[in-house]
Nanobody
């Protein structure tokens, strides 16, 4: 059974930092591309960042470029999202997701991912 478990969310003031973690089990983690998505109240779930199975390529939505960094440690079956210079508009539930490497579709597309975590809340106060 595949499990993705996020952690590291919380309440932070604008300008602060958080690091989210997502630990995977039930699959060969190093075979999967990993992504982070977020969903704010009343909005659709949107792409934040993704990283390929080897860590060789990463992708970001424009609004987080230069502030967020995605990374992974295949030995620990964990993907991270370092979030700096947080803004109130970053407030959302953050989800990690997995897709097999070389699978079709865009890394930016929600429908390209087969497995999802339960999410972790990030709240940025102004």
């Amino acid at each position: 059974q595949v499990q993705l478990v996020e952690s590291g969310g919380g309440l932070v003031q604008a300008g602060g930092s958080l690091r989210l973690s997502c630990t995977a089990s039930g699959r060969i983690f190093s075979s999967d591309d990993m992504g982070w998505f977020r969903q704010a109240p009343g909005k659709e779930r949107e792409f934040v960042a993704a990283i390929t199975w080897s860590g060789g390529n990463s992708y970001y939505t424009d609004s987080v470029k230069g502030r967020f960094t995605i990374s992974r440690d295949n030995a620990k079956n964990t993907v991270y999202l370092q979030m700096n210079s947080l803004k109130p508009e970053d407030t959302a539930v953050y989800y990690c997701a997995a897709r097999p490497r070389y699978s079709g579709g865009s890394h930016y597309s929600r429908s390209s991912y087969d497995y999802w975590g339960q999410g972790t809340q990030v709240t940025v106060s102004s």
